[in-house]
């Protein structure tokens, strides 16, 4: 291991590898508030030696297979209403033709979200459900993924609280799932927080689907959602939990930091962003926590200055679609790959396209879709240059 020397005896003590423990990173925290640039450094250098000069992205087609919801988050954008233009509910036929287009234009991930169980609150999503030959979304996904792995995209699934059959189900076809934590705080499905409304948020009821997760070596993408009304200790505990459940089930493949953006038609549409500054100083802690993790940011979020967060800790961009919106955050498009390559290479970066389940997790995955993969990918489980050309 090459050599850092900082000012700060604290952080020269974690740069051979130990682990912070809470408290420590509540100190390191402090320390960062008055002066981040130390701790910058210490992130970037745990970045480097742990994954090198290379920074992934996956190349995908966003399925927004349903978009009604039973929940109701404060800051959400992506629920509609059955009554709403930007309604999406997905024939068999839709998909296929998404499929299609997302083969020629060389994408690999075929990512479908939908709200939290529809069919729970809404006749219409029965209905629709129902016209296609299903009882539930779950089953519907499953039949979706299908659709996908059969015409060589590589499904991920972020549908929310998932029971563990489901799971067990769609591991069949996905080579991974997605759940944002969001916060492991309870103080935010309080009365007057943005999760009031939205039982699913719930910390402890997203913790035991991440370990449910775990338990049937699943590799799990989750994440945080910063600048919300959490306190800056809160988020350090929610890197904590997410980092609680890895070092037990080594499931956890990813850990995305999100920045809250505010969204005109919503109820939190007055509250600021983070801070830049914040949200640095969060990403490049997270590192220190979690030197070995994939961590990324969506470009998109940040759409001028993403390429400094390479600086702070972060290895991964996440999905990026050449075709479909991010229906998540419609009013942020994706940069394009061509930009985002260059701005990787002016900052001295190889940008590599990856598969939604990462190298190192391809072991967890059943044999039929390790060898799917294992046919795309390169030495370092990459998806290999000449596909994309
Ligand atoms: S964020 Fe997810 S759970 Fe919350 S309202 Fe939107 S779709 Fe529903």
């Not at 103080?187 to 007057?192: A, D």
């Not at 002016?346 to 993969?373: H, I, Q, T």
């Amino acid at each position: 291991m090459s050599k850092l020397i900082l000012n700060s005896e604290l952080l020269n003590k974690l740069m051979g590898g130990r682990e912070p423990s809470t408290d420590e990173s509540y100190q390191i925290y402090q320390d960062a508030e008055k002066d981040p640039s130390e701790l910058c450094k210490a992130a970037e250098f745990l970045r480097n030696e742990n994954k090198g000069r290379k920074v992934t992205y996956s190349r995908k087609v966003f399925f927004n297979l349903i978009n009604l919801c039973r929940d109701t988050c404060s800051y959400c954008t992506y629920k509609s209403e059955p009554t709403q233009t930007k309604i999406s509910m997905m024939s068999k036929y839709d998909i296929q033709n998404l499929v299609e287009i997302g083969r020629k234009y060389k994408c690999t991930e075929a990512l479908f979200v939908t709200g939290e169980r529809p069919e729970q609150k809404y006749q219409e999503a029965r209905t629709w459900l129902k016209q296609n030959g299903f009882a539930s979304t779950a089953e519907y996904l499953a039949h979706a993924s299908e659709i996908a792995l059969t015409a060589g995209l590589f499904p991920h699934t972020n549908a929310g609280n998932l029971t563990k059959a489901e799971m067990n189900e769609l591991k069949k076809t996905n080579v991974s799932l997605g759940l944002m934590l969001e916060n492991s705080v309870e103080r935010l499905s309080e009365k007057g927080m943005p999760h009031e409304f939205a039982p699913s948020k719930n910390p402890k009821a997203r913790i035991k689907v991440l370990e449910n997760a775990g338990e049937l070596g699943i590799p799990m993408t989750t994440g945080l959602l910063i600048g919300i009304g959490e306190s800056p200790f809160e988020l350090i505990d929610s890197i904590y939990a997410i980092r609680d459940i890895h070092k037990k089930f080594g499931n956890i493949q990813e850990l995305i930091l999100q920045n809250f953006q505010p969204k005109p038609d919503t109820a939190m549409k007055n509250n600021q962003g983070p801070h830049e500054r914040y949200f640095k100083t969060l990403v490049a802690l997270t590192r220190i926590i979690m030197p070995k993790m994939n961590i990324q940011i969506p470009p998109n979020l940040s759409p001028i200055s993403y390429s400094g967060f390479l600086s702070v800790g972060i290895n991964d961009w996440g999905g990026i679609s050449p075709i479909t919106p991010d229906y998540v955050n419609p009013e942020f498009p994706w940069p394009s790959i061509e930009s985002v390559e260059k701005n990787c290479a002016n900052a001295g970066f190889e940008l590599r396209a990856r598969f939604p389940v990462y190298p190192e997790f391809l072991s967890y995955v059943n044999s039929d879709l390790k060898s799917r993969v294992m046919e795309m990918a390169d030495f370092d489980g990459l998806v290999k240059g000449e596909y994309l050309k």
